[in-house]
């Protein structure tokens, strides 16, 4: 992974350094509230429920074994213990008190990290592919880019105060595992016709109060002109995007309200000034990042390891986690593990302390010490041998991250919901784990097969509710906390965004409709179906029916 | 009288910053003896008023068109952006523009909403001279906020003050 130089490091020491004036000064009351508060979420920081929120940047969801062992002694000296992985592959921590934010800071700078732009109005972290530079479906290695577009994102003096958030996600591979569609720029790495590297640029996706699947603006942007690219959308954003209304002001509305060709032009046009100028990318630059990300020592191994084989004819609990959990790896004889951390005990996301630490040695015997974070709130181990899966599951079983359930319904995506977040309509976490805990038969839910639940405290959309297979939006009603569900959003190469099914439900209820939706399934599929695939083809009346059958519906269906 | 930085040091001007409050016009408005910083508008009706008089500069509001004055950049001294809020980033595209895409020389100022904590983004787009709102700042902490400008020594990116990116400016060991 990136090693930061001393330029990276001495750029970090001084937003250290910045931020830790800013907060004595806000703490002096020289900065008002309204003055710090952008400055604060620019290092991540918001004021919660409880206590600030500290939001920790893991670039494009990479971490090494070091950098996690710091996290978790973060985790046991400034919070309660555990932090929270999220969809954007950052991790959270709940209880940080305001006036040791700049010292954490200061403890991250020390394993090359930061929370820089991991909230506020400006370029947020990059996010990949978790498996980049292990898939067998990859084109194109996606981590250099990233590096490069985190580098040229950080403190860009231009872009630090647009109208709204910036999101952008970079796929390489066949299979869109970045939801590139569903991002303010998605880069996807391609080859053209001559062989040279380049990007296809959609611009324009995002979830939130107005979902809206990227639009493509570009076919292929050669690699050298990537940054020249994003810099005139970026402008383009910046001086026309709408600053009257929150609401409105992300890249998505100004490119609906232009049309993709409108705005294409006024990015060409723009683009026509700075392309070729100095911020083109170089040879030497591309490889000094991409030095970077070279595979690690592979040993020649046999394609399928005679241990292993007998351990998955012996234990069908090692086979079941093998099957969900273990992927295929493009090095014959390795394999990529997904430790999960869902089960009905916690949320969707948390790790404690003590797991931080395990995962670490794990990383560190059996995955040349480095590990990802994924969209789906897992953890990713790369580079493990077929020969130390078994050990690896073993101990993962104990420190509870072995749940066999990767892409299984129980692979719940949950935003931290109202038991912390400010802006939330109602809780999500109970609500995961209730599903959870309903759903722990684990050969029905082998049975029923790869179905994705997403569960969003409010609008904002945090948890990603419009692409799950099942979404869950928690609403407001008159005070009460209820839930919407939407059936039939997908994420990956033909994102989807579900469809209301009708009234929402209070909380105690959605353990029956899941089971309700789930029930509906069974009955109506074809042999093999998976869950969207029935959903796709017969539409969401016959789970409407079903989940209604015996309910009143009380309300007008919100924003159906 | 209003002080504000001018290339990293504390300086004083007397010139107001004229803004057409309602029921005024461009063509109407009296303009202060001694100069001032006026409306775009302004500038377009009575250009050559202006000139003949001197000491004059233009602001731009930030949904203005910089390209309005390509033609007038030789002979204005001062064009000031300015900051209605400063989480209000369209400014630093303005003055970007300004410097890199029509070759602005003279003085850009940044005036509004101006607070020390954007002064290094500031800088790095190409303003010059920072002009907090009066009285936001007592002399004292104008002069701590000329750290401010410093906050990053090393950019890794171009901008307008800034004309190579790191990879271009700095060997970089692999
Ligand atoms: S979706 Fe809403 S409730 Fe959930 S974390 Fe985001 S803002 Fe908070």
């Known amino acids: ?560 | 009288m209003p002080k504000l930085i001018r290339n990293r040091q504390i300086v004083e001007d007397a010139r107001p910053v004229v803004i057409l409050e309602e029921g005024e016009t461009a063509a109407t408005i009296a303009l202060p003896e001694g100069g001032a910083i006026v409306p775009l508008a302004v500038w377009q009706a009575r250009r050559d008023e202006l000139l003949a008089h001197g000491c004059f500069g233009v602001w731009l509001a930030g949904d203005q068109e910089p390209r309005d004055l390509a033609d007038d950049l030789a002979q204005l001294q001062t064009i000031a952006i300015h900051f209605p809020k400063f989480a209000d980033g369209r400014g630093y595209s303005l003055a970007t523009l300004l410097r890199s895409r029509f070759g602005y020389r003279g003085e850009l100022r940044a005036i509004g909403e101006v607070l020390r904590d954007q002064f290094n983004y500031l800088v790095r787009c190409g303003f010059d001279a920072l002009q907090p709102a009066e009285g936001r700042y007592t002399d004292t902490q104008l002069l701590a906020a000329l750290g401010s400008i410093a906050d990053f020594s090393e950019p890794y990116q171009v901008s307008a003050a800034v004309p190579d990116p790191l990879f271009r400016r700095v060997r970089r060991a692999a």
């Open chain 1, 1 to 560: 992974m990136y090693r930061y130089d001393t330029y990276d490091q001495r750029i970090i020491d001084e937003r250290v350094a910045q931020f830790r004036d800013q907060t004595r000064r806000y703490l002096a009351g020289e900065l008002s509230d309204d003055e710090f508060r952008p400055l604060r979420l620019q290092n991540g920081l918001y004021i919660q429920r409880h206590a600030p929120m500290l939001r920790v940047a893991i670039p494009y969801g990479l971490l090494s074994s070091r950098q996690l062992r710091k996290l978790a002694e973060i985790a046991r000296r400034y919070d309660h213990g555990y932090g929270h992985f999220t969809t954007r592959q950052n991790i959270q921590y709940n209880w940080p008190k305001l006036e040791d934010v700049p010292e954490i800071l200061a403890e991250l700078a020390t394993v090359q990290m930061h929370a820089i732009q991991t909230s506020g109005n400006c370029i947020r972290n990059i996010t990949s592919d978790p498996f980049a530079g292990v898939a067998g479906d990859e084109r194109i290695d996606p981590r250099p880019w990233c590096e490069i577009l985190r580098q040229w994102s950080t403190f860009h003096p231009e872009f630090a105060y647009l109208p709204r958030k910036f999101k952008i996600a970079v796929n390489g591979a066949d299979h869109d595992r970045a939801v590139i569609q569903a991002h303010d720029i998605g880069l996807e790495l391609v080859r053209n016709d001559a062989g040279e590297t380049g990007f296809r640029v959609l611009v324009g996706g995002g979830l939130g109060r107005t979902p809206i699947i990227g639009e493509q603006i570009a076919d292929f942007v050669p690699w050298r002109d990537i940054l020249t690219y994003c810099e005139a959308i970026l402008r383009v954003y910046n001086r026309f995007g709408r600053r009257d209304n929150m609401y409105k002001a992300r890249i998505k509305i100004l490119v609906k309200a232009l049309g993709i060709d409108a705005f294409r032009e006024q990015v060409e046009a723009e683009w026509v000034h700075l392309r070729g100028g100095p911020s083109t990318l170089t040879e030497v630059e591309l490889e000094r990042v991409a030095a970077h990300f070279i595979d690690p020592d592979y040993v020649t191994l046999p394609g399928d390891d005679l241990g292993h084989r007998r351990h998955l004819a012996e234990s069908k609990a090692y086979a079941a986690w093998v099957k969900r959990n273990v992927r295929a790896h493009k090095q014959p004889g390795y394999a990529i593990v997904t430790l999960s951390t869902k089960h009905a005990k916690v949320a969707p996301g948390d790790v404690t302390a003590e797991q931080m630490v395990h995962i670490a040695e794990w990383a560190d015997a059996w995955s040349f010490g480095e590990l990802r974070i994924t969209h789906e709130q897992n953890v990713v181990l790369a580079d493990v041998r077929q020969s130390d899966l078994y050990a690896l599951w073993q101990q993962a079983r104990e420190a509870g991250l072995a749940s066999p359930n990767i892409g299984l319904l129980t692979d719940i995506i949950a935003c931290p919901g109202g038991d912390f977040c400010n802006l939330a309509n109602a809780k999500s976490i109970p609500i995961a784990n209730a599903i959870q805990a309903r759903f722990d038969d684990l050969d029905y839910l082998h049975d029923i097969g790869g179905i994705e639940i997403n569960i969003s405290g409010c609008m904002n959309a945090c948890g990603h509710h419009h692409v799950g297979h099942i979404g869950i939006l928690g609403v407001d009603k008159n005070g009460a906390e209820f839930y919407q569900v939407t059936l039939g959003g997908s994420q990956g190469n033909n994102t989807t965004l579900g469809k209301v099914i009708g009234p929402s439900f209070g909380a105690a209820d959605m353990p029956d409709v899941i089971t309700q939706i789930i029930e509906t399934y069974v009955a109506e599929r074809n042999e093999d179906e998976r869950f969207i695939d029935t959903v796709r083809r017969t539409g969401i009346e016959p789970f409407k029916t079903r989940v209604y059958a015996d309910r009143q519906p009380n309300r007008k269906v919100a924003n159906a």
